[in-house]
């Protein structure tokens, strides 16, 4: 049975900084791509950040660029989402998640193959860690 638990959210005021915590059980941690994505009130779930299996490749979606650093330590079976310079908009609860989209969500970028980071290729959703940005 697959586990994931966020941590690591809170309160903080514009500009401030967050580090979140997301360890998974119930898999092979290391054979899997993580996501951070974030769902608002009334809004869809997006996605925030995307890293590979090794930490090789990752993924920000334009808002976060500059911004957010995503990391992953296979060791311990977590992944980061390190959150500076935060904005109001920011605001949303958090989710991690492994890609379990399978073929579906591989394209190819100058000839090798990488994995779509949206909601809808990844699963096995934790509860979430709720972040609010303050102006």
């Known amino acids: 049975q697959v586990q994931v638990v966020e941590s690591g959210g809170g309160s903080v005021q514009a500009g401030d900084s967050l580090r979140l915590s997301c360890t998974v059980s119930?898999?092979?941690?290391?054979?899997?791509?993580m996501g951070w994505f974030r769902q608002a009130p009334g809004k869809e779930r997006e996605e925030v950040s995307c890293i590979s299996w090794s930490g090789g490749v990752r993924y920000y979606t334009d808002s976060v660029k500059g911004r957010f650093t995503i990391s992953r330590d296979n060791r311990k079976n977590t992944v980061y989402l390190q959150m500076d310079s935060l904005k109001p908009e920011d605001t949303a609860m958090y989710y991690c998640?492994?890609?379990?989209?399978?073929?579906?969500?591989?394209?190819?970028?100058?000839?090798?193959?990488?994995?779509?980071?949206?909601?809808?290729?990844?699963?096995?959703w934790g509860q979430g860690t709720q972040v609010t940005v303050s102006s």
């Open positions: 998640a492994p890609y379990i989209g399978g073929d579906a969500g591989i394209y190819y970028s100058s000839g090798r193959p990488k994995r779509e980071c949206k909601p809808s290729f990844y699963g096995h």
């Open positions: 119930g898999l092979n941690f290391d054979d899997y791509e």
